[in-house]
């Protein structure tokens, strides 16, 4: 016992915790706006948020036992209220239902060693191409919620917004101050960001502070449709949060592996296993997907080295609830600022050498990957065209050997996705 408490730092532990979430409590911020953007009441959304995060981050103490941070993604809550119901037509509750279904199946996968060998056969190219079409797909969102891009009536086509605007002008300087920061190497830029053009926001009297009132999760817990999404009709939507869903997995299990000096399979299948578990909880709860986040690796640096991160960070979200009147003031153009930041931080995955045009038919489907993402607004799109470009070119190339049973099978189930999809 003492031997394995030796090198622990009580104060390591606590400062990861207390810069673990300070870095994250911007999704706190982001998430409950996007799906108050198609109706959900915020405080409503917020209490879901607070819940998926604690409920993730006590799963990565019982299971993957990491110093990871989980929380609901952005990039599947923008895609549920921005892709699935805006531009799809499904209803919120279809949405969750059908996220509900795809977790289940991932579930399923990560109990058995087929997770693994899916995950590490699905192709370099795509795997180095997601980041940067997810990084700019939030760009373009962050972009035009911040008004800096509009589109134009005429043409249906984007164009520049209104720079002199005040809202424009806000946004443009919490991001500007998010980037200096972060080129300055200051852990905590978002949130200085937020805060300092919040407080002059608050000079400019255009924000006041609510008073407090308890959410009523009955407007968001239990609201998935599980009965009804498990049909062919809503097949469409569940593979494409089951393809997000393996996506992220890979990212878990790349962040897993190399966390630490020990590199072996059971880090892994814990972080695996929580994800997934986590990810069937979320739409219960109100939102979609819940793993692991980049913010984690402040943990590391730290120090930290005990369950007693995620386990005080979850209790830390739960907490979060009673911040609601205070994180409730935070205009729409800072909450865009963020989302731009996050594409740049993700497109910076294109340096990767699975995303060169040294091997032709690795980089056009990588290429499809992005720029369909973006054109299309929809991250499922670019994904599926990804795949099966990527096996067409392999066989009529003739480089069979790149071709494997995983790439395969996301083809089919691609092909599966544009044969029911929403024209």
Same mark, same amino acid.
């Given at each position: 016992?003492?031997?394995?408490n030796?090198?622990?730092?009580?104060?390591?532990e606590i400062?990861?915790?207390?810069?673990?979430?300070?870095?994250?409590?911007?999704?706190?911020?982001? /998430?409950?706006?996007?799906?108050?953007?198609?109706?959900?009441?915020?405080?409503?959304?917020?209490?879901?948020?607070?819940?998926?995060?604690?409920f993730?981050?006590?799963? %990565?103490?019982? *299971?993957?036992?990491?110093? *990871?941070?989980?929380?609901?993604?952005?990039?599947?809550?923008?895609?549920l209220?921005?892709?699935?119901?805006?531009?799809?037509?499904?209803?919120?509750?279809?949405?969750? #239902?059908?996220?509900?279904?795809?977790?289940?199946?991932?579930?399923?996968?990560?109990?058995?060693?087929?997770?693994?060998?899916?995950?590490?056969?699905?192709?370099? %190219?795509i795997?180095?191409?997601?980041?940067?079409?997810?990084g700019?797909?939030?760009?373009?969102?962050?972009?035009?919620?911040?008004?800096?891009?509009?589109?134009?009536?005429? &043409?249906?086509?984007?164009?520049?917004?209104?720079?002199?605007?005040?809202?424009?002008?806000?946004?443009?300087?919490?991001?500007?101050?998010?980037?200096?920061?972060?080129?300055?190497?200051?852990?905590?830029?978002?949130?200085?960001?937020?805060?300092?053009?919040?407080?002059?926001?608050?000079?400019?009297?255009?924000?006041? /502070?609510p008073?407090?009132?308890?959410?009523?999760?009955?407007?968001? +817990?239990?609201?998935?449709?599980?009965?009804?999404?498990?049909?062919?009709?809503?097949?469409?939507?569940?593979?494409?949060?089951?393809? +997000?869903?393996?996506?992220?997995?890979?990212?878990?299990?790349?962040?897993?592996?190399?966390?630490?000096?020990?590199?072996?399979?059971?880090?892994?299948? #814990?972080?695996?296993?929580?994800? &997934?578990?986590?990810? %069937?909880?979320?739409?219960?709860?109100?939102?979609?997907?819940?793993?692991?986040?980049?913010?984690?690796?402040?943990?590391?640096?730290? #120090?930290?080295?005990?369950?007693?991160?995620?386990?005080?960070?979850?209790?830390l979200?739960?907490?979060?609830?009673?911040?609601?009147?205070?994180?409730?003031?935070?205009?729409?153009?800072?909450?865009?600022?963020?989302?731009?930041?996050?594409?740049?931080?993700?497109? &910076?995955?294109?340096?990767?050498?699975?995303?060169?045009?040294?091997?032709?038919?690795d980089?056009?489907?990588?290429f499809?990957l992005v720029?369909?993402?973006?054109f299309?607004?929809?991250?499922?799109?670019?994904i599926?065209?990804? *795949?099966? &470009?990527?096996?067409?070119l392999?066989?009529?190339?003739?480089?069979?050997?790149?071709?494997?049973?995983?790439?395969?099978?996301?083809?089919?189930?691609?092909?599966?996705?544009?044969? *029911?999809?929403p024209?």
């Amino acid at each position: 016992m003492k031997k394995r408490n030796k090198n622990i730092s009580i104060f390591s532990e606590i400062s990861a915790v207390a810069s673990v979430y300070f870095a994250m409590t911007y999704v706190l911020i982001i /998430i409950p706006n996007v799906l108050a953007g198609i109706g959900v009441p915020y405080n409503a959304a917020f209490l879901a948020v607070c819940l998926s995060s604690a409920f993730g981050c006590f799963m %990565c103490a019982v *299971f993957a036992k990491k110093t *990871f941070v989980f929380a609901p993604y952005i990039g599947e809550n923008s895609f549920l209220a921005f892709s699935a119901v805006m531009i799809m037509g499904y209803s919120y509750k279809e949405a969750l #239902g059908c996220a509900f279904w795809a977790a289940v199946v991932m579930l399923i996968i990560s109990l058995t060693d087929i997770k693994k060998y899916v995950i590490d056969n699905i192709p370099v %190219c795509i795997r180095s191409a997601l980041p940067v079409s997810i990084g700019l797909f939030l760009t373009i969102l962050g972009l035009l919620e911040m008004g800096i891009v509009q589109i134009s009536s005429k &043409s249906l086509m984007l164009k520049l917004g209104a720079l002199n605007s005040p809202q424009v002008l806000m946004g443009m300087l919490c991001l500007l101050i998010i980037i200096v920061l972060r080129a300055l190497n200051v852990r905590l830029n978002v949130l200085f960001g937020i805060a300092t053009t919040l407080l002059i926001a608050a000079f400019n009297g255009s924000i006041h /502070i609510p008073t407090f009132s308890m959410p009523e999760f009955s407007n968001v +817990f239990l609201h998935l449709d599980m009965k009804g999404t498990f049909s062919l009709s809503h097949l469409t939507l569940i593979i494409t949060f089951f393809v +997000f869903l393996l996506n992220d997995m890979t990212a878990v299990s790349v962040s897993a592996l190399e966390s630490g000096k020990k590199k072996d399979a059971t880090d892994y299948q #814990g972080t695996a296993l929580a994800t &997934s578990i986590a990810s %069937c909880v979320a739409p219960i709860f109100g939102c979609v997907s819940s793993g692991v986040y980049m913010e984690s690796m402040l943990a590391e640096e730290c #120090g930290a080295k005990t369950k007693f991160v995620p386990v005080t960070l979850g209790i830390l979200f739960l907490l979060s609830i009673f911040l609601i009147p205070f994180l409730s003031i935070i205009p729409n153009y800072i909450c865009a600022a963020v989302l731009v930041y996050m594409g740049i931080l993700l497109t &910076s995955e294109i340096e990767y050498k699975g995303f060169s045009a040294e091997e032709f038919s690795d980089y056009v489907p990588a290429f499809l990957l992005v720029v369909l993402t973006c054109f299309t607004v929809n991250l499922a799109v670019g994904i599926c065209t990804a *795949f099966i &470009s990527y096996i067409i070119l392999k066989v009529c190339t003739g480089r069979f050997s790149d071709i494997n049973i995983a790439s395969v099978i996301f083809a089919i189930l691609s092909v599966v996705f544009f044969a *029911f999809y929403p024209y």
